[in-house]
């Protein structure tokens, strides 16, 4: 560092003169040190400085507390990002290809998004990996299905770039594509009868989490066949129909009011599975929650709990993170969206606060 600083120096008769351009000469171990401690709105402005900065940049990722959400505007080239923090305030993504307004994002892992475009005449899928932040693109295999992908779930490894995509492509059939597959493998072992009608699909710490209207069950996959190592009925914390009337307590004369349903998965901290059934009325903003654990103390496979303790719920992602570890997280909290159901309000983005705790 020391010869660094000196050959950046300029000797004259009145002493040493700093070269007002030094800052672009920072070694490049340095500027990737500077570049891990930004966030997302002071890294893209500083790889704009010089293509010194820019190439640092290239080797970094912007180093995100909060969660951003991240919208994809219709026709457009571009992507939009707003940072909960700055009210009010949108951040455009560079130019991200021609087609990016018309594709489909149908699974996230960190900063990777799982793109499809659809050739509707034949019922043709394009899908893609690809980076918000790096820009980087990994092209899959396309493939030919009625229905598109169902349940995908997407993981990838940073480092190595090791990627894992799995998807039903039909009601019964599952695939998988890894790094180095050429074309997409059937998965054998979880075809039907040993899942039909898998609408919510988890990947996490090698377990395949594979949840229908009758049964949840767990396939351990680490290499290329998975085995399966748990199943357990879902009857009684399952709705069976995604939307139906309902009727409010007490009203006279009796009201019925068209609801919407929701049947959903995650896996928490601990490696436990949780299930959550949501109802909300047609035009309406609130949902209400139930939430069932695996029951040990009650002796029942399936009891319902109120409270998440220091933990949130990401219901998208099918997972649960401390909040403490994550700023802007609050605990007991479930954060989701209404992309599943079916009027004017889907495409809202909501946060929903356990209050009610018992023991």
Known sequence: MASHVVSTMEVTRSGPKRNLHCWSELPLDLMRLVFDRLGFADFERARTVCPSWYSASRQSKPNNQIPWMFLIPKDK??????????????????DLGNDFGKIYCVAT???????????????????????????????????????????????????????????????????????????WKPITQLQFPCIYECYNMVYKDHNIYCLDHYKLTIFYFSGH????????????????????????????????????????????????????????????????????????????????????????????LGITVLAKDIEGIKRNSIYFNGSDSVNQYDEMTYSYSILIQRS
């Open 77 to 94: 080239n571009y992507g939009l990002l707003f940072n909960p923090e700055e009210k009010d305030k949108v951040y455009k993504t560079q």
């Open 109 to 183: 892992y960190r900063s990777w998004l799982l793109m499809i475009t659809y050739t509707r005449e034949v019922y043709l899928y394009n899908p893609y990996i690809f980076d918000l932040l790096t820009r980087q693109r990994i092209n899959l295999p396309s493939f030919e299905s009625d229905y598109g992908p169902i349940s995908p779930v997407l993981w990838i490894d940073e480092k190595t770039k090791d990627y894992l995509v799995i998807g039903m492509f039909d009601e019964d059939n599952t695939v998988s594509i890894k790094k180095g597959d050429t074309s």
């Open 225 to 316: 066949v998975p085995s399966q190592v748990f199943e357990i009925s879902v009857d009684g914390c399952v709705n069976r129909t995604v939307a139906g009337a309902i009727r409010h307590p007490g009203t006279i004369p009796c009201k019925r009011y068209l609801a919407c349903y929701k049947n959903s998965m995650v896996v928490t901290v601990d490696g436990d599975v949780l299930i959550l059934n949501s109802v909300r009325e047609s035009m309406s903003y609130i949902w209400d929650f139930k939430i069932y654990k695996m029951g040990s103390s009650t002796g029942s496979k399936w009891e319902e709990i109120f409270s998440l303790g220091d933990e949130a719920i990401l219901l998208e």
